[in-house]
């Protein structure tokens, strides 16, 4: 049985989506970490294959899982959009439907400012 979310509104969580440069990842990472816009950020290598501008790009990247509350999201994104180096980066943002409530709890304090 999945745990559904929390009793109070204010600690919904969601999370965001981002592939990033791996020589970038680190970095918006961190920063993201610091300024309490997000509780965690789990990195995978990726390889990511798409059409920019008409040619075909393969890349080495980094998926960047980020989570946090759903009122802090807006604010995530627009810092998100100012580290990252991409024209148009894949920012993809997910409600959090359920869960383990001592994780969505945690997720909710260490995005408080």
């Known amino acids: 049985m999945v745990e ?3 009793r ?9 989506f981002s592939t990033v440069p791996v020589s ?3 970095g918006i990472a961190r920063a993201l970490l610091d ?4 509780a965690c950020v789990n990195m995978t290598p990726v390889r990511s294959w798409y059409r920019w ?3 075909f790009c393969d ?6 899982i980020m989570k946090t ?13 100012v580290l990252h180096p991409y024209e148009v980066p894949e920012i993809i ?3 959090v439907t359920g869960g383990h409530q001592p994780y969505l709890a945690w997720v909710h304090e260490e995005t408080q400012k």
């Open 53 to 55: 501008k008409g040619e």
């Open 93 to 95: 943002v997910l409600p």
């Open 8 to 16: 109070d509104p204010g600690t919904e969580i969601c999370v965001i």
């Open 24 to 26: 970038k990842s680190r």
């Open 35 to 38: 300024r309490h816009l997000v």
């Open 4 to 6: 559904t979310g929390s």
């Open 59 to 64: 890349d080495e990247e980094h998926l960047l």
């Open 69 to 81: 509350r759903k009122e802090n999201a807006e604010a995530a994104i627009r810092e998100l959009k």
